[in-house]
C-alpha cells in the first residue's frame, strides 16, 4: 500500500499502477458517508469486478447504457434520481469507473450535487487515461452539441491502472494512441523517441506504463499552466478541428471513424507543411489512409465553422510549433481546406 501520488494538479493526486496498491489506503483516510460507483453496460462487466472487492461492502453501483449517445441531461436526471434514492449527503464519493461519458458526466453530476460532492476518476480507456480524465473538464452534451454544458471540477483523486486496457479491442486502443501521439508532438519528444522506438510491436503488448507516465506528464503540463483553457491549453485541441468534423461526418455513414483516426487525419492536415510528411509517418503506422469522397468537403467546412475556437467566421487551428508546449494558432480557409485533404490522401502507406 502507498499514498505517495506520481503525479499532483494542483490539489489532485494521480496514482498510477495497480489499484490494490492505492485506492483502499486512500479510501481508509477519508471518511465518506457512502460510497457510490457509476459504471456503464461495458465497466460494469468487466472493470467493476476488479475493483469490487477493494471497496466497503456497503458501496452501490449506478449503472447507465454505454455511449455518447447517453451523454445528455436526460441521463444525468437518471443519476441523479438514484443518487436521492440512495440518499447521497454532502459528505458521499462518487467513483467513475469507466471512459469519457462516465467520467465527464459523473463529474458533472458530482459537481452540482448539493452543490458538490468529492468524485473521483478511475479511467477505463486509453483516451480517458491519458486524456479525459485529468483537468477537470466535466459535462454533457446539448441539442447535439458535444460538451456545450458542463462546469470546470477537478476530481478528489485520478487512478489509472493500465491493466483495465486489457479489457480493450484493439481499435479502441488505437483510438487513445492518437491521443498519447499527439502529446508527443505537443510536448515530448522523449514520448515521441519512445513511439518511434516501439517499431512494429502491436499496440496490447507495449508497455503502457512508461507511455502512459510521460503522456499524462503532457496533459498536466499543459493543465497546471491553464486550467481554464484561456491560452496553452487550446493546444490540446491540436487536430480536432478538421478531426472533429471528420468524425461527425463519418459517424452518419457505413464507415464510422473513432475519434483517435479522425483526430490522426486531423493532426496531418493541421500541422505545418514543412513538418507534414514527417508528422504523417509517424500517424499512418498506426492510421492508414481513409478515402474522403470530395461532396463531403463542404459539410466538412460548415462543421469546422461550429468550432468553439473560432470567431467571426474563420476557422482557427491550434497547433505546435518548434518548441515543446509552444501554441500557434493558424488560420484556415474554405480554399485551402481541398488541398490539405488531397495531400494527405496521396500519402503512401508507412
Ligand atoms: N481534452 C482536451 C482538454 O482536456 O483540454
Avoid at 17 to 46: A, C, F, M
Avoid at 140 to 160: L, M, W, Y
Avoid at 331 to 345: A, G, H, V
Wanted: net charge negative; with cysteine.
Amino acid at each position: 500500500m502507498r499514498l505517495e501520488p506520481d503525479f499532483l494538479l494542483f490539489e489532485t493526486p494521480v496514482f498510477m499502477g495497480s489499484l490494490r496498491q492505492t485506492l483502499p489506503h486512500w479510501l481508509e483516510k477519508k471518511h465518506y458517508t457512502q460510497v457510490i460507483v457509476l459504471t456503464d453496460d461495458n465497466t460494469q462487466t468487466h472493470c467493476w469486478p476488479q475493483i469490487q472487492n477493494l471497496l466497503p461492502h456497503s458501496v452501490k453501483t449506478i449503472t447507465i447504457p454505454a455511449g455518447e449517445q447517453h451523454k445528455n441531461l436526460k441521463t444525468c436526471e437518471w443519476i441523479w434520481n438514484q443518487m436521492l434514492l440512495q440518499q447521497c449527503d454532502r459528505k458521499s464519493l462518487l467513483i467513475n469507473l469507466g471512459g469519457g461519458v462516465i467520467g465527464d458526466m459523473g463529474g458533472f453530476c458530482a459537481a452540482t450535487w448539493k452543490r458538490g460532492i468529492d468524485f473521483i476518476q478511475i479511467p477505463t480507456t486509453l483516451l480517458s487515461m491519458t486524456d479525459a480524465a485529468i483537468g477537470g473538464k466535466t459535462g454533457i452534451d446539448f441539442q447535439g452539441i458535444k460538451n456545450i454544458i458542463g462546469v470546470f471540477q477537478n476530481p478528489a483523486a485520478i487512478f489509472i491502472d493500465p491493466t483495465f486496457l486489457n479489457t480493450l479491442a484493439e481499435r479502441e486502443l488505437r483510438s487513445g494512441f492518437a491521443e498519447v501521439i499527439k502529446h508527443a508532438l505537443i510536448g515530448s519528444p522523449v514520448l515521441l523517441h519512445k513511439i518511434h522506438q516501439s517499431g512494429n510491436t502491436p499496440l496490447p503488448h507495449l508497455d503502457w506504463s512508461e507511455l502512459l507516465r510521460e503522456s499524462i506528464a503532457v496533459k498536466i503540463h499543459v493543465v497546471a499552466q491553464d486550467p481554464t483553457e484561456q491560452n496553452l491549453r487550446m493546444l490540446l485541441n491540436f487536430g480536432h478541428t478538421i478531426g472533429h468534423a471528420l468524425e461527425s461526418y463519418f459517424l452518419d455513414t457505413d464507415t464510422p471513424l473513432t475519434h483517435g483516426e479522425a483526430i490522426a487525419i486531423g493532426m496531418i492536415c493541421e500541422i505545418p507543411k514543412d513538418k507534414r510528411a514527417e508528422v504523417a509517418k509517424t500517424l499512418l503506422r498506426y492510421f492508414p489512409v481513409v478515402p474522403i469522397p470530395e461532396t463531403a468537403y463542404p459539410e466538412l467546412w460548415n462543421m469546422m465553422l461550429q468550432d468553439k475556437k473560432n470567431s467571426s467566421g474563420t476557422v482557427r487551428m491550434a497547433v505546435p510549433d518548434e518548441l515543446p508546449f509552444t501554441l500557434n494558432v493558424l488560420e484556415l480557409s474554405e480554399m485551402q481546406l481541398p488541398d490539405l485533404l488531397s495531400e494527405y490522401q496521396n500519402f503512401s502507406p508507412a
